[in-house]
């Protein structure tokens, strides 16, 4: 339809039909109202009342979608049709890994074909919208959320942003097999206090800006259709209600003019929060600060009206969010056809194809992180192998926003092991608290894998952990098998970086899989075995102790920083007296079982203007015996400026291929944009001096050279 078909219908609207079409309900809604909890459980609607809204929550199927369309058109005066929105976060039936294992894979690349391939699935399941990408910085593994993040890096995680909006949408996602995206939560949830979900935060203006609004703002410029708001307040305001963010900078700085709509249920939390007088106060604010959706509360719907007649509330407010949603269902094409691409037969065809569970193995392979290896990986098929541990034969390892995935298909370490590897002799226990029968296997064994950490009812929204060292039951099963063989191979499976000091001290090897998806463990049994290199870097630190929370690489230096190097405590200094600053194993870390050389960095040129650039260059070699693929990182510094920055920042990254022995130059151009910073009067500047640019594969890297900014 032309914008001016859209204005023309805008017109005709009376205002409770406008105010319906900024309403969304869960899909149960429809299905008998003694299901409803929670906010939608006010709506009071008598029994048979028609139900009138713009969109529906969390519904899926090609069949029942067509179905509720129908209905859902007939009841409106303009048949107008509503947008099926829902979380398809890594996968809708197949499950990839969790985004912060997508994150460690350190290719935006992967994660752009993982969304098309969800989107594909979705979209034949009749679904318009997902709630994703999720890119809240997360430094704090405490928080449960931080499985569904890319990482803690702004940089990165705007990286990963963008490529998953691409893969989404595509170019146009009114195209078959794209859907709409949603980039969520609008801002800075994952700094809530504390690492407790659905707390406040507490930041500086400058750090928002600088640290944790980059990924929603790249999101932004990648196109991406909406924008979800957080539960969290910022600068003790509500995001729901924060005209500063939502208007001020979404859409007057950045210039977007999707559709906002509000998280689960938060107008009414606005109240709670206690930022708002009530209901109708809340809606008001929530529809002047520009939230254009209620997501299943009743304040839109019982109260916009009201304000609109007594004149609070301008109706051209209540338009202007309309026009976005009319907008968004005309991109989609649901006016020329309100199915889009929902069909049985192709839901049938491409959820949890072949294609899609191979892609799913083969993401998990840049996913996994080895963390440690004193040269016991790879294991020989030879070998007396014991497995312990209920993780390793557990289905709950696809994650909480796996909302589509039968885990029941779920593939499990031990079900990859035995149909990948059927001529290894392997001896499993699978209980964690069996510590006598799995000391018995150990003994008898030349290396054990052990499985430790999380499934995934212990990360996600809501699960918070106060700390987050590895279960006791985990622990003494370590102990005991320990004590009976040192060839342990530890494998952690969970949605945060764990704190296992110990167990990492003490293993041979260890590896992060993160919560693998369908098919990971297929992956993780053939990194195991070498058939596959590992080549994941870990994109959230892991910690020492769940004291050092929040942490992450980027830092700052305080005015008593710890020498490089020094391990003790050392009185008035910046250090702790019981734990190290620094974490178990930093951000950008991972090894392969290659080595790979790192030449020395070469920069073309040593001084640049603001409108000049510098190309900054390593060269890379596999050393290993096996093809390998590794992610290149560029960190810059600014040494000394107005403000206190960052020691390093990521900047930039490649993932590169070698072949065994071959080597590769690997370029990064450097622009006066990637070295501007909120300067000590907030104008967004690059200021004149010396920066450090290091190139290498972690943040611990010292491969560097210098240059200056010079105008
Ligand atoms: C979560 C969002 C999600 C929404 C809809 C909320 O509880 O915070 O991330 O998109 O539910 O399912």
Redesign the pocket.
């Given at each position: 339809m032309e914008k001016s078909g859209l204005e023309a219908l805008l017109k005709e609207m009376s205002l409770t039909e406008k105010i319906e079409q900024l309403i969304q309900l869960h899909g149960n809604f429809f299905g008998g109202a003694e299901l409803l909890t929670g906010p939608e459980a006010e709506f009071n609607l008598a029994e048979g009342t028609p139900l009138r809204i713009g969109s529906v929550?969390?519904e899926r199927g090609a069949e029942k979608l067509h179905k509720l369309q129908d209905e859902i058109m007939a009841n409106q005066p303009h048949h107008i049709p509503a947008v099926f929105m829902?979380?398809v976060i890594h996968g809708y039936e197949t499950a990839f890994p969790v985004p912060i294992a997508i994150g460690s894979s350190f290719n935006p690349k992967l994660a752009e074909r993982l969304a098309e391939a969800a989107a594909k699935e979705a979209s034949a399941a009749g679904i318009h919208v997902t709630?994703s990408p999720?890119v809240d910085a997360a430094k704090d593994s405490r928080w449960g959320r931080c499985m569904e993040s890319t990482g803690e890096d702004p940089w990165l995680n705007g990286q990963f942003a963008a490529a998953m909006v691409r893969g989404f949408q595509g170019e146009d996602y009114g195209e078959k097999g794209r859907m709409a995206s949603c980039v969520?939560?609008f801002a800075a949830y994952g700094a809530v206090q504390s690492g407790r979900d659905y707390n406040v935060t507490e930041i500086s203006e400058r750090t928002l800006l600088e640290d944790y609004l980059p990924p929603y703002k790249a999101a932004v410029d990648a196109g991406v259709s909406m924008v979800?708001t957080a539960?969290n307040t910022i600068n003790r305001i509500p995001c729901t209600i924060n005209e500063h963010l939502l208007r001020d900078i979404l859409r007057k700085e950045w210039g977007f003019d999707g559709v906002v709509i509000t998280?689960?249920g938060a107008i009414n939390e606005v109240v709670i929060h206690g930022s708002s007088e009530n209901k109708k106060d809340a809606a008001e604010k929530a529809i002047k600060a520009g939230c254009d959706i209620d997501?299943v509360t009743d304040c839109y719907s019982s109260y916009l009206e009201q304000s609109v007649r007594e004149g609070t509330v301008s109706e051209s407010l209540v338009d202007e969010a309309v026009m976005r949603l009319l907008e968004l269902k005309n991109n989609l094409g649901l006016f020329e056809n309100p199915y889009k691409d929902g069909s049985p037969e192709d839901e049938e065809k491409y959820c949890f194809c072949e294609e899609h569970r191979e892609l799913s193995r083969k993401a998990q392979e840049e996913c996994t992180v080895l963390l440690k290896n004193n040269g016991i990986l790879p294991l020989s098929v030879k070998q007396k192998i014991a497995v312990i541990g209920a993780l390793a034969d557990d289905k709950e390892i696809i994650g909480t926003w796996a909302l589509f995935a039968d885990k029941l298909k779920t593939v499990t370490l031990k079900d990859a092991l035995e149909r990948l590897y059927p001529e290894a002799e392997i001896e499993y226990v699978l209980s964690d608290s069996d510590t006598e029968k799995a000391a018995l296997a150990a003994e008898n064994a030349d290396a054990v894998i052990i499985a430790l950490g999380e499934n995934q009812n212990y990360t996600g929204?809501s699960r918070s952990r106060a700390d987050i060292s590895l279960f006791p039951e985990q622990k003494i099963l370590f102990d005991r098998v320990y004590s009976v063989n040192k060839n342990v191979v530890t494998i952690l499976f969970g949605g945060r970086p764990l704190a296992v000091p110990n167990e990492a001290e003490r293993s041979a090897a260890l590896l992060e899989a993160w919560l693998p998806g369908s098919c990971g463990c297929y992956a993780v049994a053939d990194i195991l075995f070498g058939k596959v290199n590992p080549s994941g870097k870990l994109s959230m630190s892991m910690p020492y102790c769940t004291g050092q929370l929040p942490l992450s690489y980027i830092t700052f230096s305080t005015g008593r920083p710890k020498p490089d190097g020094a391990a003790e405590f050392i009185p008035f200094i910046s250090n702790y007296m019981d734990a190290p600053n620094v974490p178990l194993y930093p951000f950008g870390y991972g090894l392969s079982y290659c080595e790979t050389e790192y030449s020395a960095v070469w920069l073309d040129k040593d001084k640049m203007t603001s409108d000049d650039k510098i190309t900054a260059f390593v060269r890379v070699k596999n050393k290993g015996y096996m093809p390998l693929k590794e992610a290149v990182q560029l960190y810059i510094t600014d040494e000394k400026a107005s403000v206190v920055r960052p020691t390093r920042q990521l900047k930039g990254l490649r993932k590169i291929s070698l072949e065994v022995g071959e080597e590769k130059t690997v370029s990064f151009e450097i622009t006066a944009e990637m070295l501007k910073f909120y300067d000590i009067n907030m104008n967004y500047t690059a200021e004149n001096g010396k920066f450090i640019v290091r190139i290498g594969g972690s943040s611990l890297t010292e491969n560097k050279a210098e240059f200056w900014l010079e105008n």
């Open positions: 929550l969390g829902t979380d709630f999720m969520k939560h979800m539960f998280d689960y997501m929204e």
